[in-house]
Structures are given as structure tokens and as C-alpha cells.
């Protein structure tokens, strides 16, 4: 029995569920470079670079061993509009009616998966997707009975479940996280090895230049692209990350340096999300480096724990409360995104910075994205629906399933605390300790009011005071509370005014 067998464009990878049966010689993968996709929202051009040109090296990957692909490429026009119109052609190509897909990572991809298998001329089989570590089921038996759903117990759980970092049932070190001794800030004369980049191949260089043609007015560069494209190239990040970057990588991963993008960080996030990289071949690698000596327990642990835990919970969260979780705005927060979010032009010079790198990289790192962006757009409360399109069209490692609980749930407190326990609202101060920005910025982060005060430090109390009726019961909000609770009346209303002043003034 031949099947076609539908490939997405993250789905790039041979251990691909439903790739386990299709036979060389028989079989048919079907790809394509579909406009919907492409244009949903208004994608970075490095991550449609990035989709496109892995698309189109894994479609010769496959045709190399043995199979017939049948590959559309990008045509505005003349392409094929979804995922059903790609699999009408294919079969009236090969007259092959029986197809196969592996479930897609994003919910509204799986309800037109859902649509074909309802509606489709023959029969279709549709696999779960375990290149995951945590299947939809094991994250609602685990959720089932809970009244937070704390990622940290959660991470244990899986720790377990793959014994990871054990020494029997006990965490090696005899702590379960590190995250206390992850905390630097940048020292001077850190040296930072430079980023695994690559050379654009032919193929590349015809993606680089569709993209020109078609999405010149989408957000960012395509200038600086240097990414991997297949999975050699991104094995070779992994393992010069793992050589170069993890022994500091703990110590440092929330460290931020002006012109600095990439610090100790492993730029794979992306990678594995397209299936150019499976999870668990990254955390074991990773593993034996401890166990080699290479790197030390809290880097490893904090590395390990972002894909293990983070990865797998977010995902859970994801499923587990979609389709209702993309309506929660639990802070009814409705201001527009500022203009300098698409232009990076602010005088404000960690926003500047972050904004910058993104638009030149289509990367910035987990503190860039949650103590600078993401607070910003927390304390100046900014549209949910707004933040989440623009963080899923910035980066190129953003998929719905990912990007979605991370900035409704971690950056804007939209669910209302189902991710986090608390608000990660900060002051300039902590942008100060974490990185040297506040040393190149105009504002002062030593004042807390007034023209030249650095506005985190008076949005941020503007914030706690704005939504004081719902945050003050929260127990870990008591002390910041009770130091408000000391306020004058006069700074209580500089806060107030001059937060109006900077908000007003945001276009």
C-alpha cells in the first residue's frame, strides 16, 4: 500500500513518527512552501529563511535516501493555499489516495489535520507526535488533581521518568535545581566565544533572494542569516556550544553585554523546534559532559532543565488549556505595541539593545525577551493578543505552542498565574545588576522619578499600585506591598504622574 506522506515545515526530521513506515521506493513524502503559512503573521525574513531553506535540504535528504518528494516551492500565485490543496495535488499527481501525518505542534494546524482526515478521499493516519517527552496525556495525568501547576515539580517528574542527572531515585548534587547559582551578572573582560554561523549554500542563497522578492516589507534583516539549515550543520552547533559555551553557561545565562547578542547561550532553540534536533539527544549530550567533567552540575542542570522542563511544561500548559488560554487578559491590559517595538528606535537603552538584536538576529535570549521586553510590556500594560503576534513574528524559534504560555503566561501574567506564581515585574535596578546597558542610556537608573528617571522604576511601582486590588493578596507580593504601604502621598503621585506622562506619550 503507497501513501503520501505530508511533512510540515517543523517537522523536519527522520525519527518523525509517522516517517517510521513510509518505505524508500514506494512511499511519497510531500512538502511545500505554502502563503498561509508564510504569511499567517508577518514573519521575520531570517525565520522564513531558516523554514524554507531546512525544508528544502531535508526534501533533498529524503530524495537522497530513496524516496519521491513531491516539493512545492514558494509561488504567491500559483501555490497550493493549504495543507489539503498540497495533498490534492500530490495525489492527482500519483493517483495515491492513502496519506499520513504526524500531529502538528500548533492547535490550529491540528483542527485543519482534523478537517482532512474528516473530508479526505481514502485514508489517513494521523501519529502523535514523540519527538515531545511528555505526551498530552502524561501532562493532564500529571496536571489532574493540582491547584498550581508549578512547572519546578513537574521538571522532577520528568527527570524521573528519563533518568536524568539521578543517582537512584535522588538528584545528583542532592539539589534538583542550581537556578541560585545562575543568577552573574557580567564581569569585565568575560570572553565570549563568537556564534557557530555558516555560509549560505545554493539553496540558501535562492531562499535569501525569494525572500527579497516576497516578504521585503516583513519585519527585520535578512543581512546577518547565518544559520543552520540541515542537521549536520545544526549537530555542529550543539557540539561546539557543548565544547565552547556550557562550562559558563550557568553562571552566565542571565547575563546581558551591549553588542553582545549571544553570550553563553546555545542558539538551538530553533533547531529543534523544526526537527533539525530531537530533545532528548540534546539533554544527553549534554549529561555526559558533566559526567565527563567537561562542564559543571549547575550548568548542565540549568541547561537540561530549560529543554526537560520548561520545554515539555510549556508545551503541556499549552494543550492542556488551548483553545480558551489565547483569549486570557486576567489584567484587562489593552495599550498598543509602541512603534519602537518594530524600529528599536527608544531612548531607553536596554529596550533599544534587545529590540535591535531581534530585529538583526531574530534572537535575543531568555532574560532579553522576559526582564526587558516582556517586563516592559507587562508594567506599560500592553495588548496580549498584540504581544504574542509580535513575539511570534520576531524570533525565529517561535511556534503558537511555545510562544503563546511563555508571554501570556511568564511575561504578561494574562492567565492569571496558572504558569506563574507572581508577576515578573522588575525596576531598572535589576536591569542594572544583569547587564551594562543603564551605563549607554540616557535615562538614570539610580533616580526613581522625574524627567530623567529610568521609567522601569516608576512604571514598575505605577504597576503594583494600578492593580493593587488583585495582586495584594498574593503572598509573594507581601513585602513589596508593605514597602508601598511606607510611601509618601507625594511619591505615591510622582509615580502616578509621571507614568501617565511617559505612557501618553508612547506612539
Not at 483553545?323 to 491590559?333: C, G, R, V
Request: proline content about 3%; aromatic content about 12%.
Amino acid at each position: 500500500m503507497r501513501r503520501l506522506y505530508l511533512v510540515m515545515g517543523d517537522q523536519l526530521s527522520r525519527e518523525l513518527a509517522s516517517l517510521q513506515d513510509a518505505v524508500p521506493g514506494q512511499d511519497v513524502i510531500v512538502m511545500g512552501e505554502l502563503s498561509h503559512e508564510a504569511t499567517s503573521v508577518r514573519h521575520h525574513k531570517q525565520k522564513i529563511i531558516l523554514i524554507f531553506s531546512a525544508m528544502r535540504h531535508f526534501a533533498q535528504e529524503m530524495r537522497d535516501a530513496g524516496f519521491t518528494v513531491i516539493y512545492q516551492n514558494y509561488d504567491a500565485d500559483k501555490s497550493a493555499a493549504s495543507f489539503a490543496d498540497l495533498l490534492k495535488d500530490a495525489a492527482d499527481q500519483t493517483d495515491i489516495t492513502d496519506v499520513a501525518m504526524t500531529r502538528a505542534s500548533e492547535y490550529r494546524v491540528t483542527a485543519w489535520q482534523d478537517e482532512i482526515a474528516a473530508d479526505w478521499q481514502g485514508n489517513v493516519q494521523l501519529y502523535d507526535d514523540d519527538r515531545f517527552l511528555a505526551t498530552k496525556d502524561d501532562f493532564t495525568s500529571w496536571a489532574a488533581g493540582k491547584k498550581q501547576l508549578r512547572m519546578e515539580f513537574f521538571y522532577r517528574e520528568m527527570r524521573r521518568k528519563y533518568n536524568i542527572l539521578l543517582e537512584g531515585d535522588k538528584p545528583v548534587g542532592g539539589q534538583w535545581n542550581y537556578d541560585s547559582e545562575n543568577r552573574k551578572p557580567p564581569k569585565s573582560g568575560l570572553s565570549i566565544p563568537p556564534k557557530t554561523s555558516f555560509v549560505a549554500d545554493d539553496i540558501t542563497r535562492e531562499v535569501i533572494e525569494l525572500v527579497q522578492a516576497h516578504f521585503a516589507d516583513h519585519f527585520g534583516t535578512h543581512d546577518a542569516f547565518n544559520m543552520a539549515v540541515s542537521r549536520d550543520q545544526a549537530l555542529l552547533v550543539l557540539q561546539k556550544f557543548i565544547d565552547e559555551r556550557l562550562p559558563d553557561f550557568g553562571s552566565y545565562q542571565d547575563a546581558m553585554i551591549t553588542d553582545e547578542p549571544f553570550m553563553f547561550h546555545a542558539h538551538i532553540g530553533a533547531y529543534i523546534n523544526i526537527g533539525l534536533l530531537t530533545p532528548l539527544e540534546v539533554i544527553k549530550q549534554v549529561e555526559i559532559a558533566y559526567y565527563n567533567g567537561h562542564a559543571p552540575l549547575n550548568a548542565v542542570e540549568g541547561f537540561i532543565r530549560q529543554i526537560l522542563g520548561w520545554r515539555e511544561y510549556i508545551r503541556g500548559i499549552y494543550w492542556h488549556f488551548m483553545p480558551d488560554y489565547a483569549a486570557m487578559n486576567a489584567l484587562n491590559a489593552e495599550r498598543n505595541l509602541p512603534s519602537f517595538f518594530w524600529d528599536g528606535k527608544t531612548a531607553m537603552n536596554c529596550l533599544s539593545q534587545s529590540i535591535g538584536q531581534t530585529i538583526e538576529h531574530a534572537y535575543a535570549h531568555h532574560i532579553q525577551r522576559l526582564m526587558i521586553i516582556g517586563n516592559f510590556s507587562l508594567l506599560a500594560g500592553l495588548s496580549p493578543k498584540q504581544v504574542n503576534e509580535w513575539f511570534l513574528i520576531v524570533y525565529s524559534d517561535a511556534f503558537e505552542w511555545v510562544e503563546m504560555p511563555n508571554v501570556s503566561g511568564m511575561v504578561l501574567f494574562a492567565d492569571d498565574g496558572i504558569v506563574a506564581s507572581k508577576p515578573y515585574a522588575a525596576g531598572g535596578n535589576y536591569i542594572d545588576k544583569m547587564s551594562d546597558y543603564c551605563k549607554g542610556c540616557r535615562y538614570k537608573v539610580k533616580e526613581k522619578t522625574g524627567e530623567d528617571a529610568c521609567p522601569f522604576n516608576y512604571l514598575y511601582w505605577d504597576f503594583l499600585l494600578r492593580h493593587e486590588d488583585k495582586l495584594r493578596g498574593n503572598p509573594r507580593l507581601g513585602m513589596i506591598y508593605r514597602t508601598a504601604d511606607k510611601m509618601s502621598v507625594e511619591k505615591i503621585e510622582a509615580i502616578r504622574s509621571d507614568s501617565r506622562k511617559f505612557l501618553s506619550a508612547l506612539k
